[in-house]
């Protein structure tokens, strides 16, 4: 199943810089996306979301960008801080209900 | 800020043995699921859950698993005669609604292992 997929399992960043984490789905009939933080021994933590018909979502240092035609959503984090060090997780629904698809995830490490 | 919790934190169970997950959701929340990730595998989706009814489920969620909220505080995850293959984290969410607008809030998990 590689409906949604993060093709990068990983990512370091500088603090201060910025960090841009990737996700590509497949099937248009997403119509919800949403980014999902992941300390160890913790659970998935909400961190933004974007509905389909918008193409950029902000909420501080975190911006969402969609690309419908490319099928493409990225998270922005500027500026990067250690505290952001964890794993990202991109997730899409249909009818924007909660009956989520993840992606593997990207294991973010923002270095002092 | 209210949680979702899960006990225990890690449980370790035999093959063909029963295995009964447990969930505090979120108090004034409405619907409740399961998540389970495999080690090395994506988060996926097992089963919603409102009203005392099952929603939604997936492939994954089989005769072998049920979902119970016995009274007005507990959800549990059941597995009747659990396989090597059930080994995995099992998340709990809640949600006050079934829209991704009301994003889910996740519990710690709890870490099944079965030998």
């Known amino acids: 199943d590689q409906q949604v997929k993060q093709n990068s399992p990983s990512l370091s960043v500088q603090e201060g810089r910025i960090s841009i984490l990737n996700c590509d789905y497949t099937?248009?009939?997403?119509?919800?996306f949403l980014w999902y933080k992941k300390y160890p021994a913790e659970g998935p933590t909400f961190l933004i979301s974007i509905s389909s018909i918008k193409d950029k979502n902000e909420d501080g240092r975190f911006t969402v960008f969609l690309n419908k035609s490319a099928k493409h959503l990225s998270l922005h984090i500027v500026p990067s801080q250690p505290g952001d060090s964890a794993v990202y997780f991109c997730a899409a629904s249909f009818n924007a209900g909660n009956m989520l698809t993840f992606g593997g995830g990207t294991r973010l490490m923002v270095k002092p | 800020e209210p949680e979702v919790t899960q006990t225990p934190s890690h449980q370790v169970t035999q093959m063909g043995q029963e295995v009964i997950l447990r969930c505090v959701p979120i108090?004034?929340?409405?619907?409740f699921y399961w998540y389970r990730q495999i080690l090395g595998q994506k988060v996926e989706f097992l089963v919603s859950f409102y009203n005392n009814e099952i929603s939604e489920k997936s492939e994954i969620f089989d005769d072998q698993f049920s979902v119970e909220r016995p009274d007005g505080s507990n959800f549990t995850l059941k597995i009747r005669s659990t396989k090597l293959e059930d080994s995995a984290m099992y998340f709990c969410?809640?949600?006050?609604?079934?829209?991704?607008?009301?994003?889910?809030?996740f519990g710690n998990g709890t870490r099944l292992t079965v030998t």
């Open positions: 099937n248009s009939m997403f119509d919800y």
């Open positions: 969410a809640s949600s006050p609604r079934d829209r991704a607008r009301s994003p889910l809030h």
């Open positions: 108090s004034n929340h409405l619907y």
